[in-house]
């Protein structure tokens, strides 16, 4: 039987469940038969792409290079060229409406989402899709602004998302006040620009006090 083509490998969709001490999360993006890519890149710390794609030297339509360095979030943030940096708040999620928001990201670039949470509780859901071709997702937290980059952790590795053939979701459940960046990364890509596409919504959790009681 031949070797699973990675066309045919985007095709599938993943549901993932992956927890630790900041965050609880959900997200539907793009794996392969068995072992899926999300869960390769948790168990071996590893970002990008699955083994199986780096071992061929394959290269994308548009000439997409994988790197496969590790805790490349980090070293994204730090050193790679950002096209968009938008900064959000809760009461900015609850105002955001029916509607998609727009955001670009140039070619060897990236952007990023970044949500302010003063309490720890809600639950912050995304949708995005994206133009022309697919996009790497991830996210991750830091405490405050004065938090150095490389002290961020990893909520969620660079994974990459078919968002040009279907919507991606995900959600995310805060434990920690902080700032939480969702990154859509573009720097793989040489000679392409992307759009995403997005719709973030924002679930507080709710308090039973008793007050109700008789």
């Known amino acids: 039987m031949g070797r699973q083509s990675g066309a045919d490998a985007d095709e599938s969709l993943l549901r993932v469940l992956f927890s630790e001490s900041a965050c609880h999360s959900v997200i539907n993006c793009s794996g392969s038969s068995g072992e899926t890519q999300l869960e390769r890149s948790i168990r071996k710390n590893t970002r990008y792409h699955s083994a199986e794609h780096q071992s061929t030297g394959e290269v994308t339509p548009d000439d997409e290079q994988v790197p496969t360095v590790q805790d490349s979030e980090i070293n994204l ?33 990236y952007s990023v989402i970044t949500v302010a949470v003063i309490d720890s509780g809600p639950t912050i859901s995304w949708m995005f899709s994206s133009e022309p071709k697919s996009i790497f997702f991830s996210v991750v937290y830091r405490e405050s602004t004065d938090t150095p980059v490389q002290q961020s ?62």
């Open 77 to 109: 943030l730090k050193s790679g060229e950002v096209t968009v940096a938008v900064p959000l708040s809760i009461d900015d999620i609850a105002k955001f409406g029916e509607s998609s928001r727009e955001l670009f990201i140039k070619s060897s670039s």
């Open 153 to 214: 952790k990893v909520l969620i590795p660079l994974t990459r998302c078919v968002s040009h053939k279907e919507t991606i979701q995900g959600q995310l459940k805060v434990r920690h006040p902080g700032l939480y960046t969702l990154i859509f990364d573009n720097s793989f890509s040489r000679f392409i620009s992307k759009k995403v596409f997005y719709h973030l919504t924002m679930e507080k959790s709710i308090i039973y006090d008793g007050s109700d009681c008789p």
